[in-house]
C-alpha cells in the first residue's frame, strides 16, 4: 500500500534553532519527493522537489534530503525564524499520471 | 496578479443544499486538481484534469461532480450536502508533463461549513 508517513506529528523549537523533520514513503515505483508549506489558512507552498537521482535540495534555509534506497527524506530548517511555524507536508507521485500521496504533516512552532 | 484563485473563501450553508466553488488559474497549466482537507488537517486529492479530461477520479461520493469549461477553470459542484464534507477545499494547477513532474500550485481554499 502507498504510504507517506511523518515525524514527529508536532515539533517546538526556539528561534533561531535548527530542525530536522522527517518523511518515510512506501510508494513505488516512485518519481519524485515534495515538500510543502502550508501557512494557517493559506493553501500549500512548494519549497522542494527531487526525483529519484537527487540527494540533496536547498531553499534557502531549507535543504531537503533524498535517500531512494532506504526511501526516507528530511527536511532540515537552519537558523528558525517565526514565519517558519507551519505545517510541513511531504508528498510523494508515483509514476505519471498517479496521484500524490499526501503526509499528515509535521507542525512547527517557533517561539520567541 | 493571482497564480490560482478560488471562490468563495468561506461558504455555510445547510445540509441538503447543492453549491459550487470555482477555480480559475492564469498560469497556462494544462492540469488541475482539486483536494480537500478535513479537520485534521489531511489532505487528500479528489479530481485531476488534464486539457479539460478527467485524468483521476478518487473514490469520491458521486454527488461531488468537477466541471472544466476550459483549460484555466474547474469548478467543484456538490450536492445534496452533509455535514461530512465540512472541510477546506483547495484547488492546485500543474504543467503535467514537465520534468520533474509539475510543481503544483495551491489556491488559497474554500471553507466550506455545512449546518
Known amino acids: 500500500k502507498n504510504q507517506v508517513e511523518q515525524s514527529p506529528q508536532s515539533l517546538i523549537i526556539l528561534e533561531g534553532k535548527n530542525c530536522t523533520l522527517q518523511?518515510?514513503?512506501?510508494?513505488?515505483?516512485?518519481?519524485?519527493l515534495r515538500w510543502y508549506k502550508q501557512d494557517t489558512g493559506r493553501g500549500p507552498v512548494s519549497l522542494t522537489i527531487?526525483?529519484?537521482?537527487?540527494n540533496t535540495k536547498s531553499n534557502g534555509r531549507y535543504t531537503a534530503t533524498l535517500d531512494a534506497d532506504t526511501k526516507q527524506s528530511s527536511l532540515h530548517i537552519t537558523a528558525s525564524q517565526l514565519s517558519d511555524s507551519a505545517s510541513y507536508i511531504c508528498?510523494?507521485?508515483?509514476?505519471?499520471?498517479?496521484?500524490?500521496?499526501f503526509g499528515k504533516g509535521t507542525t512547527l512552532s517557533v517561539s520567541s | 496578479d493571482t497564480a490560482v484563485s478560488q471562490t468563495p473563501k468561506y461558504l455555510v450553508t445547510q445540509m441538503g443544499n447543492d453549491k459550487s466553488i470555482k477555480c480559475e488559474q492564469n498560469?497556462?497549466?494544462?492540469?488541475m486538481y482539486w483536494y480537500k482537507q478535513d479537520s485534521k488537517k489531511f489532505l487528500k486529492i479528489m479530481f485531476s484534469?488534464?486539457?479539460?479530461?478527467?485524468?483521476i477520479n478518487e473514490t469520491v461520493p458521486n454527488r461531488f461532480s468537477p466541471k472544466s469549461p476550459d483549460k484555466a477553470h474547474l469548478n467543484l459542484h456538490i450536492n445534496s450536502l452533509e455535514l461530512g464534507d465540512s472541510a477546506v477545499y483547495f484547488c492546485?494547477?500543474?504543467?503535467?508533463?514537465?520534468?520533474?513532474?509539475?510543481?503544483?500550485?495551491f489556491g488559497p481554499g474554500t471553507r466550506l461549513t455545512v449546518t
Open positions: 492546485a494547477s500543474s504543467l503535467r508533463d514537465r520534468n520533474p513532474a509539475g510543481e503544483q500550485y
Open positions: 498560469l497556462g497549466h494544462d492540469t
Open positions: 527531487m526525483t529519484f537521482s537527487e
Open positions: 508528498v510523494v507521485s508515483g509514476q505519471a499520471g498517479t496521484a500524490l500521496i
Open positions: 518523511c518515510n514513503y512506501t510508494v513505488s515505483p516512485f518519481s519524485n
Open positions: 484534469y488534464n486539457n479539460k479530461e478527467l485524468i
